[in-house]
């Protein structure tokens, strides 16, 4: 069931706890040509996170930001030439220090981290989720 965002934000107020979780993109770090709209839009919703988590953290509410690059996917980062290719995976090793792509359920473990409680101090923070990428 989808929530409107207005009770979305009355449940969190009443229960005075919450977890937000944006995942955006760290592609601002390092802009390309050809991508200015899809970067600002990825960017913008980064910032207002941050904005948001300073509202939402006297009432309790975490907000965070995951912003991945080269993480594995087959639209972007096909297997046959990223994975199973010896020169595509020299392409991403000379790019990302850790030397390979991230993987979907590392990015899951950290998210899973974040909005479980288990991390109730923490807001307001941008993670990138890189490999050490720039």
């Keep these: 069931m989808l929530l409107r965002s207005k009770t979305l934000s009355l449940m969190l107020?009443?229960?005075?706890?919450g977890h937000l979780l944006f995942i955006t993109s760290a592609r601002q770090l390092q802009p390309e040509?050809?991508?200015?709209?899809?970067?600002t839009v990825r960017a913008a919703a980064t910032a207002m996170a941050i904005s948001?988590?300073?509202?939402?953290a006297p009432l309790g509410i975490q907000v965070n930001v995951l912003q991945p690059n080269y993480l594995y996917s087959e639209m972007?980062?096909?297997?046959?030439h990223f994975i199973e290719s010896e020169e595509g995976r020299s392409e991403i090793a000379a790019k990302v220090p850790m030397g390979r792509l991230g993987k979907p359920e590392e990015l899951g473990e950290l998210a899973e981290l974040l909005t479980s409680g288990r991390s109730s101090f923490t807001t307001g923070q941008v993670i990138n989720f890189t490999g050490g990428w720039p």
């Excluded at 107020?13 to 706890?17: A, D, G």
């Excluded at 972007?76 to 046959?80: A, G, L, N």
């Design 13 to 17: 107020r009443q229960q005075k706890r």
């Design 33 to 39: 040509p050809g991508f200015a709209v899809a970067t």
């Design 52 to 56: 948001l988590s300073r509202e939402a």
């Design 76 to 80: 972007y980062y096909p297997k046959s």
